[in-house]
């Protein structure tokens, strides 16, 4: 099993930018597609990107794609997003995790394994 730690979250006024990172440790997720999803107070988990293994293919929530940008180390073992122009409304925890397989839709059932979340405050 695979554990993730998100880490880059907090507070930031709108139209500025994070970057978030998920470390991975206990295996290697080199050979993993990974994703970032967010929850607001109140709502569901949502799908924010998805990358495959090699990093070569990128998925991103329709709302997102222009703002957002995942990418992977796999040296690292680590996975990234970078968010910019943020506005309140991307206020949540941040949320990565990891699938086996690819698929570009984010289904959160897809992922098996999860890490603790990050904040993210966006004030206006």
């Known amino acids: 099993q695979v554990q993730l730690v998100e880490s880059g979250g907090g507070s930031v006024q709108a139209g500025g930018s994070l970057r978030l990172s998920c470390a991975a440790s206990?295996?290697?997720?080199?050979?993993?597609?990974m994703g970032w999803f967010r929850q607001a107070p109140g709502k569901e988990r949502e799908f924010v990107a998805t990358i495959n293994w090699s990093g070569g293919i990128t998925n991103y929530a329709d709302s997102l794609k222009s703002r957002f940008t995942i990418f992977r180390d796999n040296g690292k073992n680590t996975v990234y997003l970078q968010m910019n122009s943020l506005k309140p409304e991307d206020t949540a925890v941040y949320y990565c995790a990891r699938r086996a397989g690819w698929s570009p839709i984010g289904r959160v059932n897809d992922y098996g394994d999860w890490g603790q979340g990050t904040q993210v405050t966006v004030s206006s």
């Open positions: 206990g295996r290697s997720i080199s050979t993993y597609s």
